[in-house]
């Protein structure tokens, strides 16, 4: 079946879903593709997503009845905490639920809220005490040694932590002073109006394509989809302005959004963790592939092209 | 309708879709976005790219029987033309026809071809007079001037041709000694097994995801979609190993693949010239973005963030 071997296909896609990877660990031979090192991992180098810092998004079932959920972990300090703390109030208050997927845009966006929004009469209203957020707060001190992934050719300013500082792994870039989270493919941040609004987190979006740079420190970043996001990024495109569904009918209906901890029977997951020896490793394979498919190293990767890897938790 | 427009879109979408962007020129107040420039363009800034550079891949209507094109842009000299010359000839002789969309697999890629090449019994032969080439053809000797894409930030090694000595203006990679394309969001290339195998051309997948440039260099690339690309970003992933479908009857029908001199009734495309002045402002613009929805320009951009805009002529 070689030929379906075509494209190996580890490290392209591992933030957007639980790690699966084909391949095992080979004992001679070529060296080890990103998904074989991922594979080979101790478990103490896999670190807990609590199920608190989750958000469990349920959409309406498939044309075919299959159930489409995603799973979002949010993000930890001390990056956008009070859109964070926004969202977490909106999903304790059930307010998701019942809203809709209104925008879908190739290569860009999938857009979630309030489809009427704009409209006085029709418009949900939004809970009490939802925080308004200063546009200070797109980029937080940098208060943590940096790590560079990866080899020569990668964007200096493209870092992971490597300190334990920041839970859970996130990518990050900085100009030194500060530091703020990167639009890689799979984030998800905070739709807003035109400056000085900052948005309130009832307007969500994901990234579907390619990472959209041009948003950093623009716009909030929340948090990332660790599993799920297929029933987002496969939707049918929407063929008004800027991907916006034409018709009410045309959106996909969110049955309800829920905080982890609120979730019966939601499996664990785990990230691996980037200061580990795995990660080094994962992240020089990923920047230099030298596994069999492969004839010439890249040299670098940017840092979107090294997501941190996520599992769910066998058993 | 503020709220609606929470992201803005030019920039990031172009490469996959004739360029339609909304806005308009300013006559004042903040500097013009991508897309305003675009649209801004003199005609004589734009080119055309000939029906016989083209490639029309119909897929078997959707669920509601609408139409699903494709259009491909084929590659010009000096790069892969072995390939391409491959792809010419399978297309010619309508080798494509009947075969199928196989594997989609999220955030990297949708490939098509023979569904049954593994089987010896029930492979699809390929016509006569098919090039076998070498792996040294995935780069090109640099032969002309190169011209970096934007402004500081951008990787020294991204630069558009701004010489007319690549026709098409594509996204291309140099170590200064040679050159080779990019594989962005919406390029084409070569499926292939391991090497030394480089592939005939019959087996292609097109980006859906973040740039996977790990495999510039180690596969071909041929083209790229300029219209249509949502038919294949939008299909449902495989559930497959690598996101290959695991039955047949999940397969995507190809009706029909043709040179674009072949299509009845094909709307004329062009490109914005790489060596315009426009495509200067466009790409400064896309660096650093000062439209009224930024507070902070990026101060770079990665060249798969300046795709070349392509666009159906009018009338």
């Not at 999938?110 to 707060?137: H, M, R």
């Not at 200061?275 to 840092?303: E, Q, V």
Request: hydrophobic share 40%; glycine share 12%.
């Amino acid at each position: 079946m070689m030929r379906k071997a075509i494209l190996t296909a580890a490290g392209a896609a591992a933030i957007a879903l639980a790690v699966a990877v084909p391949g095992s660990v080979r004992a001679d031979g070529p060296a080890r593709a990103p998904g074989e090192i991922i594979q080979a991992a101790p478990a103490a180098q896999w670190a807990a997503i609590p199920p608190e810092e989750l958000l469990v998004m349920d959409l309406a079932p498939g044309t075919t009845g299959q159930p489409r959920r995603v799973v979002i972990q949010l993000m930890p300090a001390p990056f956008s905490q009070g859109w964070v703390g926004n969202v977490r109030k909106l999903a304790a208050a059930h307010w998701w639920d019942g809203t809709s997927i209104n925008r879908v845009q190739d290569n860009y966006v999938v857009q979630w809220g309030d489809g009427d929004a704009e409209d006085a009469v029709k418009a949900k209203p939004l809970p009490a005490g939802l925080a308004k957020v200063s546009e200070a707060d797109y980029v937080a001190p940098l208060s943590w040694a940096v790590q560079p992934v990866g080899s020569p050719g990668n964007r200096r300013d493209e870092i992971y932590d490597g300190t334990g500082s920041l839970k859970g792994g996130w990518p990050i870039a900085s100009d030194g002073k500060t530091a703020w989270p990167v639009h890689c493919y799979g984030m998800v941040g905070v739709g807003r109006n035109m400056p000085p609004d900052t948005g309130s987190g009832a307007e969500l979006y994901v990234v579907i394509g390619h990472a959209p740079r041009q948003l950093d420190r623009n716009i909030a970043l929340i948090g990332r989809v660790i599993e799920g996001i297929e029933h987002l990024s496969s939707l049918p495109r929407g063929t008004g302005e800027m991907g916006f569904y034409q018709t009410a009918g045309e959106r996909v209906p969110i049955q309800s959004m829920r905080l982890g901890n609120e979730v019966a029977g939601l499996p664990r997951y785990e990230y691996l963790s980037t200061g580990s020896t795995s990660f080094a490793s994962y992240a020089d394979a990923c920047a230099n592939r030298r596994d069999a498919f492969f004839i010439r190293p890249a040299g670098g990767a940017d840092i979107c092209n090294v997501p941190v890897p996520v599992r769910r938790v066998k058993g």
